[in-house]
């Protein structure tokens, strides 16, 4: 199977490198940006076309939210000139006010936000126009290295003795790119043998949290490594902001259809915590073997 990757530098782009390097089913090839033409697909005649999402869309810039709703319906005209099927990951950001109950597939986003219609706008789009698609909504994204890679911003912060200010009234299933890259490949290969369950479908991991407790056991367990290894390191704090005073606001997606269909786990995001902080102490270390096997582990 061949798969046409846009964004290179995207947390989930180079998770799914290093996911195709450890099986030798998949061939990928990564563009450095969102730009694709007609052209290119006839060049390159993947199986299927990735697009990464655009992590915290609520509070980016309102012109990078415009260009990638504008990026994606470009992408998604020329799949449809050449019968490429289209996978497009999306933020769970995208149902602005949260549900009280767990989200299912069907419910499509309804935000007030500007930006966020856009990106709406361009999904109901792409259902009506591609027939073969994956729309993909992630929970909160989380790697140690590329763009939008949440958690190693994180960390570069608290070591640098910075304090973090985290939402404690904000409820969601933070997601592991790694795990995303795993289920995203393992989701297109069935694709690719005929399965045709093509549609939308909710992925994130488990165990709903606040923002502020997931970025403090983040503190927690990077102080507990550092003084494992013996050093002293003045930490950064988390201070907790509450915009939600009556209630928190849940975005807590239901990854059952994702299971049912295509047998897609969701994955505890503690455990892809820990080890994507025992992979960043043996880089700390300058050791990139041990480092690369942690990451693979």
């Not at 180079?14 to 998949?26: H, M, P, T």
């Amino acid at each position: 199977m061949k798969l046409l990757i846009l964004d290179a530098g995207h947390c989930l782009s180079l998770a799914l490198a290093r996911e195709a390097n450890r099986r030798s089913d998949v061939e990928l090839l990564i563009e450095p940006g969102l730009a694709l033409t007609s052209e290119r697909l006839d060049e390159v005649r993947p199986d299927a076309l990735v697009i990464p999402p655009l992590s915290r869309p609520l509070t980016a810039d309102p012109a990078s939210v415009t260009a990638h709703a504008e990026a994606v319906m470009a992408c998604m005209a020329a799949c449809r000139s050449r019968d490429v099927p289209l996978t497009w990951c999306v933020s769970d950001q995208l149902y602005e006010d949260g549900f009280d109950s767990p989200i299912d597939e069907h419910v499509i986003p309804e935000p007030r936000d500007e930006g966020l219609r856009r990106l709406v706008a361009a999904g109901d789009r792409i259902r009506a126009e591609l027939p073969r698609h994956l729309i993909v909504r992630l929970g909160p994204l989380f790697a140690l290295e590329g763009g939008h890679a949440w958690l190693g911003e994180l960390l570069d912060t608290l070591v640098a003795g910075d304090d973090l200010r985290a939402e404690s009234d904000v409820i969601f299933c933070p997601t592991s790119a790694d795990a995303v890259a795993m289920a995203l490949i393992g989701m297109l290969q069935q694709q690719h043998c005929g399965a045709e369950a093509w549609g939308s479908y909710h992925l994130a991991g488990t165990e709903p949290v606040s923002a502020y407790t997931f970025v403090s056991m983040v503190r927690t367990q990077l102080a507990t490594r550092l003084e494992g290894r013996g050093e002293t390191v003045a930490l950064g704090g988390v201070k907790a902001l509450s915009h939600h005073h009556d209630q928190p606001l849940r975005r807590v997606l239901n990854c059952r259809r994702v299971l049912n269909v295509f047998g897609v786990h969701q994955k505890p995001w503690r455990l892809e915590v820990g080890r994507m902080l025992d992979a960043w102490c043996l880089a700390r270390d300058g050791d990139p073997a041990a480092s690369k096997e942690a990451d693979q582990a």
